[in-house]
């Protein structure tokens, strides 16, 4: 049973930067890969970013290389993603995963999931 708690979405003009957080409820945190993944009305929920569980290993969406970096403080049960240079197109729900497995890119490849934040950008 891991609960995973997202935050840190609002609105924001184009080229303007956003931090997410997730909170993990699990003490067993650091064992989990975590990903983040985001979802516009109408559409599947896409892949963004994923980190394995010690940190080293990161793997981005080519729609987000470059601008968006993840990162986790196993210490704090917590992943990040923080959101440089911010288009409209990025405009979605913001959701965080947590995978049992490796550093996964693939939906069904995560076993928990968040309740999601809400990102708006605005041009």
Known sequence: QVQL???GGGLVQAGGSLRLS???SERTFRRYAMG???QAPGKERDFV???GW???STYYADSVKGRFTISRDNAKNTVFLQMNSLKPEDTAVYVCAASMGAIAVVRDDYDYWG???Q???SS
Do not use: K, P, Y
């Open 36 to 38: 983040w993944f985001r």
């Open 49 to 51: 970013a994923a980190i």
């Open 54 to 56: 010690s940190g080293g």
């Open 5 to 7: 708690v997202e935050s």
């Open 22 to 24: 997730c909170a993990a």
């Open 115 to 117: 309740q999601g934040t």
């Open 119 to 121: 990102v708006t950008v």
